[in-house]
């Protein structure tokens, strides 16, 4: 690794006080941050950690919704019982996500910060836009089984890797964010960027901004919800398409629906097209395909990856089809 | 150089390191405990499994400056039936994933009474299915898997 | 090193054996307490620490290498480069006159030469007093090239392959009749073009070395399967005397054949200690482990099958191209299994290699056999979906009386049995033949069978055996122990043969100052060891009859070898006898030692004239359930039983434990490993254990293994190796079983989703 100076801030404003300038990183868990800097991909020349703030609860909301710290861990959230029962597909995305002992150490503020699993990113000898700007891209010509087929462009093809972030984009969450200038609230949607022509940048997040918390609007829809991950092995490996979808039926019409895809594009994709084609229609497997293959019609494929348009219409189907079965 | 202290199995040890010293590599080459093992250093294998404050990590992707003042339990601090109930189900070959299998298997025991879920949990219990999926994060390349199965639920059942 | 043993009842009597019981892992005590140290794991005073700097291209010239920044690095200690480097001397040739000549994993002299021949490459390596250090300044070393035109791409390159060559105990071809004009007229045809990607052993343990040098002595800590070589190897680089080299070896945490050979790390942690003049320990990283160690070579086989409505096969022609590397690397025996299974009057063999600008390719678990079968099962079975038969039935409608190429005799083949025991256990029958038919809820369900077949070999395998006045004794022979439960089993061969408690004899291994034994391959260890053993008991027996041919009293005198019995401590002749400390006492003596000696010649000779009348093979019968998800196509293995024909099973559960291991690895290979190598420049694009997918615990279900436990009377104990038979056939039982729940037959591996959908 680099060498870099270690900073423990004892509260936010020394935090964000440290993060001013350039070369600086805030450190959750390191599960990401950590390995990043051993391969030489990230190079700080400050680490700031957090963890030792105080934002690692999760707190009722007036609204009815939670707020989650940012420093919550991907297991505590997993496990909370008001997350499990009002929405059971974030608990759902966070277990599917790495391992267990990764969920212990990892913080929701990482997992909304943690980057692309590309192989052209993590290998220096390749060209990478992301890494290194300006330098091409070799996934477009390479191995792009695992690239994305949503929202990319001519000058990146890689996938947002987060399980968690694709429930949250489904949830509308509400990202909190501190900087020099105090808080602002970002919402999941605006969170993420699409690569364009600056993959390079890859969030709404200003230098030294802070993630605090995670806000959960209510969302009663949601309690009918499911993480569907599809991957290589059983566990313990990243989405090739992963689906997380809520669904309300009334009198047999669809009411509300969320539907958010991972695995398909550079942030986690809300499925807005699937899901307009759905309310008020009929909860039924043909509706289900239509909407889901009208969201992939705009998908940009290649040989690697072609495949993953049709397991997302496949995932999406069999998700909502599974929700489907317990009309409220 | 930053000091820090930590209560490794039981004893306080404090020693310099600089911050881009990995836990694993302060606990192997500064501390000469080398059962918790180098099986990738990036997370990806499970075999550097420690337990902190009694809670499983992989202490490959740790800053050991980020566990100053914390209380670490590698295989070496561990005293549990497991162990030989891993030798008796033979839930380990060349034994280089065991210390972390078996560091995985305490944590996760733990979890799973503190009612933690998992990705398959339903309603029957610490089963095959349960153990499985809750220690996937441990790879073991010689395929003792079904041993570890079996040991854990000699000692859990 | 020695070995604390695990608590065993102590036993009298004759009749109790150890061979045969299931006894708990001797080492495993020392694995789960963390007391077990691998190569990387000694430390030394002023230790330093190296890192290697991996070529970026896959073939060319370097044309400068800048070390500035490196070298700035505080705590840097040297850059080793070819400019400035003692140079190695070159890799001997490769004789078969020394076969120690064999172990060279690459032709390259790293550091000695400017020129790249494969992706990954090292071209310097940084030596630092932290093991951060030196991998941070590697990172900052900018070596230059002038690229070279690389070919890389086994499928564009297959054009070029020429025939292998066979060898001693491996032909690479056979023809017998017609078998393309038998295939032409045939009424059932299959005519199918498998390809099988590059594998990695993937060994948790990376390969480790730590190197000291004292004066021209050489003590080298080593993660290798092959101690003995290793030696001879380090003291012909290195110039110095062979008994001046120690490799120590007591724990390797896996190894599958990618420890079998000396690699550029091995190498490069020694020549470092050489130039720094500092004990050095080299911990390649995973990435550099792809880099630096072989894999399994990649393939493209055809296998083509004609039958008559009997379901008798008429042809058999299975042809295979797969790779070595520029610098080195072998065919493999990929139709091996082919030879030997099935009887036809018309036969065609052809293995074919092409050289490509990659890192050699290497032994990984049964080489050739594991994907040659992989073809050849898949091919047969899709042949009984044409033939509408069962399976089984077809197999074993064809399972010859002799040899189907060479008509030599099938000695102890058994696997008619396994199939028998096999189909019954697993429930065979309740399976509905047609595609698709069967469900569990909404999965798919299929079955899916394979055979299993691997040689049975052994090696020459030195053993002493001291024997001490209190009667306890200690076995001594290098072999190497990395999980496959070698120490056990030669202890309580040892216990068996002398006649005395397990927990009195000690077992030593790992070191290359022990008699010499051969590498951990080709599941050759146990029987090899085993007939050392013997042999050493004998001549105990002979020198202990020897001495009591002095003492007056006692009933041993004057007996024959024949005539007496090792047991209960000592020997015996009916009733009458002497334990050992009465022997030795009597004697005066503290201990005896004696040493069995195999010639290699001789052994050569024999073994050569023995595979002239006999085939001898470990086999079995791999019966695989898979669940397949209708909507995403996922694939899980859901269960699986092995019936394993393996002759006499020394010890019930490290035995299981190696079959199920096998097993575990053709799943993988089955469903999701697989090497990725940029066909634009021959880079691994998945060198991490996160991309490149083993499987885990939640892709392996409970695995039943059966040994039918017969001794094959012509080898050692009746024992035959268990390490890698149960790989072969794992794939194809899965497609198979694939085929069954879909009606899809992949040909290409793995079996991703993709491939299904
Ligand atoms: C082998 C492996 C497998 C994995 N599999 C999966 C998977 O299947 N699914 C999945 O979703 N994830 C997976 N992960 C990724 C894992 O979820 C992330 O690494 C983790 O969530 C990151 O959290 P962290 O707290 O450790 O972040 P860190 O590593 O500490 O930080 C990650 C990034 O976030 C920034 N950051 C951290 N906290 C804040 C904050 N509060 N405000 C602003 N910036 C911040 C850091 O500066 C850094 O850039 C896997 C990881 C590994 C190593
Ligand atoms: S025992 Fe060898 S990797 Fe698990």
């Known amino acids: ?328 | 150089m930053t000091e820090i202290r930590m209560k490794v199995n039981g004893s306080v040890e404090s020693l310099d390191v600089e911050p881009w010293v990995s836990l694993l590599d302060a606990l192997r080459e500064r501390l000469g405990l080398t059962g918790p093992k180098k099986g990738c250093d990036q997370g990806a294998c499970g075999a550097c499994t420690v337990l902190a404050d009694g809670v499983r990590i992989n202490a490959c992707l740790a800053l050991a400056v980020q566990y100053d003042g914390r209380e670490i339990t590698t295989i070496e601090g561990v005293t549990h039936p497991l162990q030989e109930a891993f030798v008796r189900n033979d839930g380990l070959q060349c034994g280089y994933c065991t210390p972390g299998q078996l560091c995985s298997a305490i944590g996760m025991l733990a979890e799973y009474e503190a009612g933690m879920p998992s990705a398959v949990t339903g309603s029957h219990g610490l089963d095959d299915a349960e153990i499985r999926e809750r220690m996937s994060g441990n790879l073991c390349r010689c395929g003792a898997y079904n041993g570890i199965v079996d040991a854990i639920k000699e000692v859990s059942g | 090193m020695s070995i604390k043993y695990a608590e065993t009842e102590p036993r009298t009597g004759t009749t109790e054996k150890y061979v045969g019981q299931a006894i708990d892992r001797v080492d495993g005590p020392a694995k789960t307490t963390g007391e077990a140290r691998y190569a990387a794991e000694y430390p030394y005073p002023g230790l330093a620490y190296a890192a290697l700097v991996h070529a970026t291209i896959p073939h060319g010239r370097i044309t400068g290498i800048d070390t500035a920044e490196a070298l700035a690095v505080r705590g840097v200690i040297d850059v080793l480069t070819h400019q400035n480097t003692r140079p190695m001397k070159p890799a001997p040739k490769v004789s078969f006159l020394d076969l120690s000549t064999l172990v060279a994993g690459t032709s390259v002299n790293y550091l000695a030469t400017d020129e790249v021949l494969w992706n990954g490459q090292p071209v310097a390596v940084v030596v630092a007093e932290t093991p951060e250090t030196a991998r941070y300044a590697a990172s900052l070393v900018r070596p230059s090239y002038e690229e070279l035109p690389a070919a890389v791409d086994l499928a564009a390159e297959q054009g070029n392959a020429v025939p292998q060559k066979g060898n001693l105990i491996s032909e690479a071809e056979a023809t017998k009749g017609d078998a393309p004009a038998a295939l032409a007229a045939a009424p059932y045809k299959v005519d199918l073009t498998f390809t099988t990607p590059p594998h990695n052993h993937n060994a948790i343990e990376p390969h480790a070395t730590t190197a000291v040098w004292d004066g021209d002595r050489l003590t080298v800590h080593e993660a290798t399967q092959n101690i003995t070589w290793t030696r001879k190897h380090l003291a012909q680089r290195f110039e110095v005397p062979e008994r001046n080299v120690r490799v120590l070896s007591p724990y390797v945490g896996g190894g599958f054949g990618g420890k079998g050979s000396v690699w550029a790390g091995t190498l490069l942690a020694v020549l470092a200690a050489r130039a720094t003049g500092r004990p050095v320990r080299l911990a390649l990283t995973r990435e550099g482990v792809y880099h630096t160690v072989g894999g399994r070579t990649g393939s493209i086989q055809r296998v083509a099958l004609g039958a008559g409505a009997d379901g008798k096969l008429t042809a058999v022609l299975h042809t295979t191209v797969s790779r070595t590397g520029r610098s080195g690397g072998n065919g493999e025996p990929i139709t091996a299994g082919t030879r030997h299974l099935y009887a036809a009057p018309n036969i065609h063999l052809r293995q074919s290699t092409v050289r490509l600008d990659l890192l050699a390719n290497t032994f990984m678990r049964a080489p050739g056999e594991s994907i040659g079968t992989f073809a050849l099962e898949s091919a047969v079975d899709e042949l009984a979906w044409e033939l509408g038969l069962d399976p089984v039935e077809l197999r074993l409608l064809n399972e010859p009386d002799r040899d189907p190429v060479g008509g030599q005799r099938l000695a102890h083949r058994r696997l008619r049995e396994a199939y028998a025991l096999g189909a019954e256990r697993f429930g065979w029958r309740e399976r509905d033949p047609r595609a698709g038919a069967m469900r569990d809820g909404r999965w798919l369900v299929g079955m899916g069978v394979a055979t299993a077949y691997h040689p049975s070999l052994r090696m020459p395998a030195n053993v002493t055996i001291r024997l001490n006045a209190d009667g306890t004794a200690v076995v001594r022979c290098g072999l190497q122990e990395m999980g496959m439960g070698t120490a056990t089993v030669l202890g309580q061969m040892a216990a068996d043969e002398l006649g005395v408690p397990l927990a009195s004899v000690r077992v030593e291994y790992g070191d290359s100052d022990l008699p010499v034994a051969p590498g951990a391959g080709g599941s050759t260890q146990t029987a090899s060891a085993a007939a050392g053993v013997q042999d050493a008991a004998a001549k105990l027996k002979r020198t202990l009859l020897g001495l009591v041919r002095r003492s007056p009293g006692s009933p041993l005198r004057g007996r024959k070898p024949d005539e007496v019995e090792a047991r209960d401590g000592g020997l015996y002749a009916g009733a009458a006898g002497q334990t050992y400390a009465e022997i030795l006492a009597a004697a005066g003596r503290d201990h005896v030692e004696v040493e069995s000696k195999a010639g290699m010649l001789g052994f050569m000779a024999r073994t050569l004239r023995e595979r002239r009348r006999w085939v001898r093979a470990a086999t079995g019968a791999q019966f695989c359930e898979v669940r397949v998800d209708p909507d995403t196509m996922e694939v899980r293995v859901s269960r699986w039983l092995g019936v394993f024909d393996v002759g006499t099973v020394i010890n019930a559960r490290t035995a299981a434990s190696q079959l199920r291991g096998g097993i575990v690895m053709g799943i993988g290979m089955a469903l999701s490993e697989q090497t990725l190598i940029d066909h634009r420049n021959g880079r691994i694009m998945n060198a991490s254990l996160a991309e490149y997918h083993v499987p885990v615990h939640a892709d392996i279900p409970r695995i039943d293994v059966h040994c039918l436990n017969e001794p094959d009377s012509g080898m050692p104990l009746g024992l035959r190796g268990v390490g890698e038979v149960s790989i072969t056939g794992a794939a194809a039982a899965v497609a198979n079983a694939v085929r069954h729940a879909t009606g899809k037959r992949v040909l290409d591996l793995p079996i991703t989703l993709d491939k299904l959908l």
């Open chain 1, 1 to 328: 690794m680099r060498p870099f100076a270690y900073v423990k801030a004892a509260d936010v404003d020394e935090a964000v006080r440290a993060a001013t300038g350039p070369g600086v990183k805030f450190l959750g868990g390191g599960t990401n941050l950590v390995d990043l800097m051993r391969e030489g991909i990230e190079r700080p020349d400050t680490v700031v950690d957090v963890t030792g703030l105080p934002f690692d609860t999760i707190e009722e909301l007036p609204s009815g919704g939670l707020r989650i710290g940012a420093l919550v861990r991907n297991s505590a959230l997993a496990a909370d019982a008001r997350v499990r029962t009002r929405y059971p597909m974030v608990s759902q995305a966070l277990l599917s996500g790495a391992s267990a002992q990764l969920r212990n150490m990892a913080t929701v503020g990482g997992n909304l910060l943690q980057r692309t699993r590309c192989p052209y990113f993590y290998d220096h000898a390749s060209a990478c836009n992301k890494r290194e700007p300006g330098a091409g891209c070799d996934a477009l010509g390479g191995f792009n089984r695992s690239t994305a087929i949503l929202g990319v462009s001519e000058h990146c093809i890689a996938a947002h890797p987060s399980d968690l972030c694709v429930a949250l984009a489904a949830l509308d969450a509400i990202v909190e964010v501190r900087g020099q200038d105090g808080t602002r609230r970002v919402p999941m949607a605006d969170f993420h960027r699409l690569p364009g022509d600056t993959p390079d940048i890859e969030t709404a997040l200003a230098p030294g901004e802070l993630v605090t918390a995670v806000e959960l609007p209510p969302a009663p829809a949601a309690a009918n919800s499911r993480y569907r991950k599809v991957r290589d092995r059983a566990s313990y490996a990243f989405a090739l398409v992963s689906v997380a979808a809520a669904l309300e039926v009334r009198d047999g019409a669809i009411t509300d629906v969320r539907l958010a895809l991972g695995g398909v594009a550079p942030k986690p994709w809300r499925a807005t097209e699937a899901e307009r084609l759905l309310l008020g229609g009929p909860a039924d497997e043909g509706a289900f395909r239509r909407a889901a293959e009208a969201e992939l019609a705009s998908a940009t494929t290649r040989d690697g990856n072609a495949f993953k348009a049709r397991l997302a219409v496949a995932t999406i189907t069999a998700t909502l089809r599974e929700l489907g079965g317990t009309a409220r």
